[in-house]
């Protein structure tokens, strides 16, 4: 068994029986029976780099019948063949930087190869399909997309896994669009083999769809009329736990869910970030001392977080004013953002309680006092770029008042729940101003289509909102052009939301900041309910 080992930058050979220690996987390949070692077979370092005796960030293998290994050499743009058994390999498409060019790759998690020469590449960050012809290293031709990120019959969005058949016909595991497309030779558009519904980041599993066999992160079917029931659990109200010999009050403020359904939790006059495993209430510090400080192993009331898909957390330390890097399990966090103070200029951040991290690790960060959402590109902590607000506190286009939660979309578009002006504001990249999809500007109320202080806000990939009306105590769903949102859960009056998630399965979960809990509203299905969907497909096989 061939193992990407992505965060030690190296293709680790296991032999099918033997014990070995933990790697990072992220693809495999063609078990391979024989002795009991296994060993690295491309990469010599575990700092990564870009000789041709090295890998930076691997994140695909294919492996040939005549031991070839193809590998998505992601950090460096680049795919590399290598020998097993050879000290080096040599690069056989890109290599020349990222970008959108044909002789570029982006970033990618997906190849296969036809034939034993010609090179499929699945470009998630360009949204694409490219094939490279055996010998030709300067540049490939577009097969499937590159018309941009969409659902179009000539767009993809997100590629992620691949297959080529015997008669090249092209199957695309579509990450963004929820589906499986079907690509054929010499053809500009695609035909679906099967839509889908997102439930945001479920499971993964295996479902059989004919005679195709789908990587669906779905534990179980959902049904197509699917609601939510009024009627809450408690998941966590607990302090700590079992890692500290004092009982702190437990104070949520945002939480984060992973691909398992365990729960990080921004504790917030409590300095710390808590995990809690599936169904435990008791919970570990992953992040903070709980003491409070601006020292790296400390945090100083968190109030907002984002889990990236390799457990790495970013923390708003929002009484130190910056926003912290965490790896999981490492004692220390690193300033990504701010860190030099409260203010009002683009190299200081204020109060958050809002973060999104997009697939680049760039940083967007919803700062309620300065009512504006700031942008920090990846590497860069000593300044943000401004993306939204930043006129001053207002009900006009190019102003926000206090904002809370944000939701970036894959082209960059923001939505953004602008507490005290009891609006959605949505913002295209790079403009001036934005416009309001749901509430009424500057006026509160409980109608249909009215929100009172809104702090959270979820979009699904046919553009509905989800709205924590807070005020309200209610959840909307707001369909993209409507005026008037729908109620799918009223929430006990006694109750103020300070965030929103949902998990797994499709169940909606809060943060009760008044009852310092964590609440779950189950998603229901009627009896006869029937439909087939996909969330997050990343690969396939037929």
Not at 187 to 196: A, E, N, Q, V, Y
Not at 334 to 363: E, H, P, R
Request: proline share 4%; hydrophobic share 35%; with cysteine.
């Amino acid at each position: 068994m061939y193992v990407v080992d992505q965060s030690s930058h190296r293709i680790q050979r296991f032999i099918a029986g033997a014990l070995h220690s933990r790697v990072n996987a992220e693809s495999l390949h063609f078990p391979t029976l024989g002795s009991n070692l296994g060993t690295t077979v491309a990469g010599i370092t575990s700092n990564g780099g870009i000789s041709v005796t090295q890998l930076k960030s691997p994140t695909a293998i294919f492996v040939t019948p005549s031991s070839f290994m193809y590998i998505v050499d992601n950090g460096n743009q680049r795919i590399q063949k290598w020998r097993i058994g050879e000290p080096s390999g040599s690069t056989v498409a890109g290599g020349n930087g990222p970008g959108s060019a044909l002789s570029q790759i982006s970033i990618s998690y997906g190849i296969y190869i036809h034939n034993e020469y010609n090179i499929y590449v699945s470009d998630y960050g360009n949204h694409r399909v490219v094939l490279w012809n055996a010998g030709n290293t300067t540049g490939g031709r577009l097969v499937a997309g590159g018309n941009g990120n969409g659902n179009a019959d000539n767009q993809l969005s997100l590629p992620y896994g691949i297959y080529v058949d015997q008669n090249g016909t092209l199957y695309i595991a579509e990450y963004g669009n929820h589906i499986i497309s079907k690509w054929l030779p010499s053809k500009t558009t695609m035909f679906l083999m099967h839509f889908s519904r997102q439930y945001l980041d479920a499971k993964f599993g295996i479902t059989i769809a004919g005679e195709t066999a789908v990587a669906d992160q779905l534990p179980n079917v959902p049904c197509a009329d699917a609601r939510w029931s009024n009627t809450s659990r408690v998941l966590v109200n607990t302090s700590e736990g079992n890692h500290s010999a004092i009982s702190l009050r437990f104070d949520p403020y945002d939480f984060i869910i992973d691909v398992n359904d365990n729960i990080y939790v921004a504790d917030g006059s409590n300095n710390r970030v808590i995990r809690f495993a599936t169904g435990s209430t008791s919970g570990e510090i992953v992040a903070g001392m709980g003491s409070g400080g601006k020292g790296k192993s400390e945090l100083a009331f968190p109030t907002a977080l984002f889990l990236t898909r390799n457990y790495t957390l970013f923390i708003a330390d929002s009484n130190n004013s910056r926003v912290q890097k965490w790896k999981y399990n490492e004692p220390l966090g690193f300033t990504v953002a701010g860190g030099d103070g409260s203010g009002v200029t683009l190299d200081k951040i204020s109060v958050s309680y809002g973060l999104y991290v997009d697939d680049q690790y760039n940083v967007y960060v919803s700062e309620y006092e300065n009512h504006r959402v700031t942008l920090w590109m990846n590497n860069n902590k000593t300044i943000g770029r401004l993306v939204a607000g930043g006129n001053g506190n207002g009900t006009a286009s190019n102003q926000l008042n206090c904002p809370r939660g944000i939701h970036v979309t894959t082209n960059g578009t923001i939505y953004i729940a602008d507490y005290n002006n009891h609006r959605i504001q949505k913002w295209t990249r790079d403009a001036s101003s934005g416009w309001t999809v749901a509430g009424q500007s500057g006026v509160n109320g409980s109608s249909s289509r009215q929100l009172w202080n809104p702090t959270a806000v979820l979009v699904d990939q046919y553009n509905n909102l989800f709205i924590l009306d807070t005020r309200n105590t209610r959840i909307q769903k707001w369909p993209p052009g409507s005026i008037d949102g729908s109620t799918v859960i009223s929430i006990p009056a006694s109750f103020i939301g300070y965030s929103m998630r949902f998990d797994q399965a499709g169940n909606l979960l809060v943060v009760d900041g008044l009852h310092k809990r964590i609440i779950s509203f189950p998603v229901v299905c009627s009896s006869n309910a029937t439909g087939r969907v996909f969330s997050r497909p990343t690969s396939v096989l037929t």
